[in-house]
């Protein structure tokens, strides 16, 4: 029991036994208690993956690899973690019990919602972890059946027009990465017979070296796929729909983990597969990324639907993630990632103040709330404004962290001081900064059409402040919040070597000389 690489293969199938139990528990209440239960082990086992991880190294420990297929191809379960899967499998089962705990307001049909969401947490887990890339895909696309029910299940009126949404969205995303997949194999038997391989390790090897123009292709498969859950305009319309439609645990779910699947396929497939795509167009990963900062922060300030404003938000945050990976730098990267676990502890504790709001007021119109909770529910404000002041990148919580760190990086990347590219590549650096003015603007102004102003008559009576769930699942959010904005080294210590080789792969074959030591 103390084989880390048991407790690696136990941790991804404690989530599948749990889908299998629960619908088999006798009432709605031991389902929800089946499932704390369970998230709980989770959380034990991956806290003792990361007591037993050795940092110092960049390469995968705890592999576990076992014959799946061997005709026509071979095919492995192919299991383990570096320092970036050990940090998004913390993530994953942090955020996972949160949203749990999260689920005492979903009041029908708990045997189907906690086992499906235990189906949603294994194929989540089973992304970070896999290292083979069929199986990679295959638990990508298992995500979409669970997502699918919870949303058109207990979502709101719109639930079933949210879900098809979703699922198209992503479904072709997964069509597009398959054609990738698929695409890379054959390039590499035309090469070399012995080199094709769906083996992630060895692809990071061997895809780099295919011809510059079959590494676009390939690339750009994976990144249409990739920045399409991120999501990134254009293709970013299906998240606010999901999000306003699905129940409130369901968007710290969606918020919080399954974005980030898109981020981490862009640093782990795209960076680590194909260094050529990003010499060659790493400034136009860079525009991108500033664009969704700005049309994200833009949007929010025209929304009247407090879920809508964090839901465009979450895509202007997502944006500093392109802008991180795209500028070649290794302090921008590794950047990128600490916004990855930042934004989805944000993002998990804003969704969860929302739905708060949303069970006393029935609404979540800005307009109809009117202004003036403060008054009856001072702890769940206090919450609101520490959530605020984290997703506008406030000094000391985990927010500033990660955008001053892609700054950073990005005004000292190899982009930005090389001739052809500096101009442009620092002018949408200085544009991107703009966002952070505009996010300051529409979350302050969030907060105030909220709790300010004088007391509304018609919540009399039918406001009360924070209950122990509540300020249990809002106080563990802001803790990490605040822990890993004080002392950013216990998330940045797990996985900055791996940015730095995946980044360093990519300058060594690189035309750009630059020193890294600014």
């Known amino acids: 029991m103390n084989d880390p690489t048991f407790i690696l293969n136990l941790l991804l199938a404690l989530p599948l036994i749990a889908s299998l139990i629960i619908p088999m528990v006798p009432t709605d209440k031991d389902a929800r208690g089946a499932a704390i239960g369970f998230c709980l082990a989770m959380l034990g086992l991956s806290l003792f993956l990361w007591s037993r991880f050795d940092s110092s190294t960049s390469g995968m420990q705890f592999v576990t690899i076992q014959p799946w297929i061997t005709t026509p191809v071979q095919i492995s379960y192919n299991i383990g973690v570096d320092g970036l899967s050990l940090a998004m499998v913390l993530l994953t089962t942090v955020v996972t019990l949160m949203a749990v705990l999260a689920s005492y307001t979903i009041n029908k049909r708990g045997k189907l919602y906690y086992s499906l969401v235990m189906l949603l947490t294994f194929s989540v887990l089973g992304v970070f972890v896999s290292q083979n890339l069929v199986q990679f895909f295959v638990m990508y696309e298992l995500e979409l059946v669970p997502m699918y029910f919870l949303i058109a299940i207990w979502g709101g009126p719109k639930r079933g027009y949210a879900a098809m949404k979703f699922l198209l969205y992503t479904f072709f995303g997964g069509v597009i990465m398959l054609a990738g997949l698929l695409y890379t194999y054959v390039q590499l038997g035309m090469i070399d017979p012995t080199s094709a391989t769906f083996d992630m390790g060895l692809l990071a090897t061997s895809a780099n070296q295919l011809p510059a123009a079959a590494q676009s292709i390939a690339c750009l498969a994976f990144f249409l796929s990739f920045i399409i859950k991120l999501p990134s305009v254009p293709f970013h319309t299906w998240l606010p729909d999901a999000h ?11 918020a919080g983990l399954l974005l980030k699947m898109g981020s981490y396929g862009l640093v782990r497939i795209c960076m680590g597969f194909f260094p050529a795509f990003f010499v060659e167009y790493g400034q136009g990963v860079v525009a991108l990324g500033a664009i969704n900062i700005l049309w994200g922060a833009i949007a929010c300030l025209v929304q009247k639907d407090m879920k809508r404003i964090i839901a465009f938000s979450s895509v202007s945050h997502m944006g500093f993630i392109l802008l991180g990976i795209g500028c070649l730098s290794n302090t921008a990267v590794n950047g990128a990632i600490f916004q990855m676990l930042s934004h989805g502890f944000i993002s998990a504790l804003l969704f969860f103040l929302v739905g708060t709001v949303y069970e006393r007021c029935h609404t979540r119109l800005l307009p109809e709330i009117g202004g003036g909770l403060a008054f009856k529910m001072p702890v769940l404000f206090y919450f609101w404004m520490f959530g605020t002041m984290a997703n506008l990148g406030l000094p000391a919580l985990s927010g500033f962290v990660g955008e001053v760190t892609v700054f950073y990086g990005a005004i000292t990347s ?105």
């Not at 306003?244 to 969606?254: K, Q």
């Not at 802001?478 to 791996?498: D, E, H, K, M, Q």
């Open 414 to 518: 190899p982009l930005a001081y090389w001739p052809l590219t500096g101009d442009f590549v620092r002018g949408w650096t200085y544009a991107a900064a703009l966002g952070v003015v505009l996010t300051a603007g529409y979350m302050l102004w969030l907060l105030k059409r909220l709790f300010y102003g004088p007391e509304q008559e018609k919540w009399k009576g039918h406001l009360y402040d924070a209950t122990g769930t509540e300020k249990l699942v809002a106080t563990c959010l802001s803790v990490l919040i605040l822990a890993f904005g004080v002392y950013p080294l216990w998330l940045s210590n797990i996985y900055s070597r791996v940015g730095d080789r995946i980044t360093d792969s990519i300058l060594s074959r690189s035309h750009i000389s630059f020193n890294q030591d600014i």
């Open 244 to 254: 306003v439609e699905a129940p409130t645990p369901i968007s710290m779910i969606l």
